[in-house]
């Protein structure tokens, strides 16, 4: 297959974070996030555990400005028919996730699937393709500090309205969204979907948007790069800190640990990793305000991962910037692999299915570093042929041909 322009208009940083947010989401899927004991959180836990998903979505979002107006100084919001026709293309290629992302659902693998929430988000975020950086900053740092806000007050709503027991568990799915739920109990989808599933699209969206803001930068400067990396650094560590410093006043660890039902035992290590930590029961409390916990939707938890989304994607576009040319040949399978994200996910998901039981015996590490190399090698060898993705290809030829012709 001929390289397009396509391949050869994309940001290689910005491919080696979604590579890296790639492998990241694997690994909370294979590996362990707390130790056997459960009091101690594992590296993957650590290093990976919400984080790569919040990444994988700010991604998203950078990816959205760079088909509405492109990178670079002299890029700009599209505006007019242009902007209607990226309109048209995010919808249908949203539509086209979505029926992928349902379908996921009927594989046989313990896997939160992102993509029925992530198409959600591309339709949510339609309406701000045309918004330059200084707007998309405002509606970014709004809607990450006060949807979560607005998200305890619906849940505070709702479990005085039905009690805490009966929303919790009768108002989400519990499970991965299937073509079924569509047809059988849509309602409860929907909900599901925008409030209280894994990726809660009133709080997500704020990772997308920050994302347009990201992506509207002049990301081919060192300067912009390494102040995304710093800032985002900055922003991390002062959401952390903070988090930790609230769970440190009198009666919250306590009132955590009996909220959540973790038990103050294993409480430190489930607010790192949000192993299995179920923050529903306290969403309406205020101590859930001090959460940092990843998946919690807190707003403590959305500002810490962005921090770490612009860490890694500055510190990505500062790698591929310094390192031009032939001296980017090492970071190939990792840029190629963010090259094919949807590919990718849904090959390990495939897979994760398929190989169930002949690989139920295998080191958690050593089956780790299988799906890991297997990334990176078909990364090395789409980039190299300057091939498009299986399910790229096919979903950007779809979408461009329903949208209508290029104005």
């Known amino acids: 297959m001929a390289q397009t322009p396509a391949v050869r208009r994309r940001i290689p940083g910005v491919d080696a974070a979604r590579g890296l947010a790639l492998l990241g989401m694997i690994a909370t899927h294979l590996a362990g996030l707390v130790t056997a004991h459960g009091t101690e959180p594992t590296v993957v ?8 998903s919040a990444l994988f979505a700010t991604l998203a979002g950078v990816g959205l400005a760079l088909l509405s107006g492109g990178a670079g100084s002299r890029a700009a919001p599209h505006r007019g ?10 919808a249908v290629r949203a539509v086209l996730i979505f029926v992928l992302g349902l379908a996921c659902g009927f594989l046989d693998m313990n896997v939160a699937v992102i993509l029925a929430h992530y198409a959600v988000l591309f339709l949510a975020a339609l309406p701000f393709l045309h918004l330059g950086a200084r707007a998309l900053a405002g509606w970014a740092a709004g809607w990450i500090l006060f949807s979560p806000v607005a998200a305890s007050l619906l849940s505070a709503a709702m479990q005085s309205a039905l009690g805490g027991a009966a929303y919790v568990d009768g108002w989400r799915l519990w499970s991965n969204p299937t073509l079924m739920d569509l047809f059988a109990r849509p309602g409860l989808l929907a909900w599901d979907l925008l409030f209280t599933g894994y990726y809660p699209v009133l709080q997500w969206l704020g990772y ?13 400067r060192l300067s912009v790069a390494g102040l995304v990396a710093a800032g985002g650094a900055a922003v991390a560590a002062v959401a952390y800190l903070l988090s930790r410093g609230l769970q440190s006043l009198p009666g919250v660890t306590e009132a955590l640990a009996a909220g959540t039902g973790a038990g103050t035992r294993a409480l430190s290590a489930e607010l790192v990793t949000g192993a299995s930590l179920s923050t529903e029961q306290v969403q ?3 101590v859930w305000f001090t959460l940092a916990t990843p998946h919690s939707g807190a707003p403590l ?16 576009l500062l790698l591929t910037q310094v390192a031009r040319g032939a001296l980017t040949w090492p970071l ?28 139920a015996d295998w080191p958690r590490a050593g089956l ?15 980039r190299g042929f300057g091939w498009r993705g299986p399910l790229e290809w096919p979903l950007a030829r779809v979408s461009g041909t329903l949208a209508g012709a290029r104005p």
């Open 332 to 359: 190939m399978p990792l840029i190629g692999a963010g090259a094919l994200p949807l590919t990718l996910y849904v090959g390990h998901l495939v897979a994760l299915d398929v190989f169930e039981s002949a690989t």
């Open 45 to 52: 836990g650590l290093l990976f555990a919400g984080k790569s």
């Open 301 to 316: 938890d959305l500002v810490l991962t962005c921090g770490t989304s612009a860490l890694v994607l500055g510190a990505c």
């Open 284 to 286: 309406h409390l205020p």
């Open 208 to 220: 997308v948007l920050f994302g347009l803001f990201l992506g509207r930068l002049r990301l081919e």
């Open 368 to 382: 780790l570093i299988a799906y890991w190399v297997g990334c990176l090698v078909a990364g090395t060898v789409f």
């Open 81 to 90: 028919p242009l902007l209607a026709w990226d309109r048209r293309r995010v």
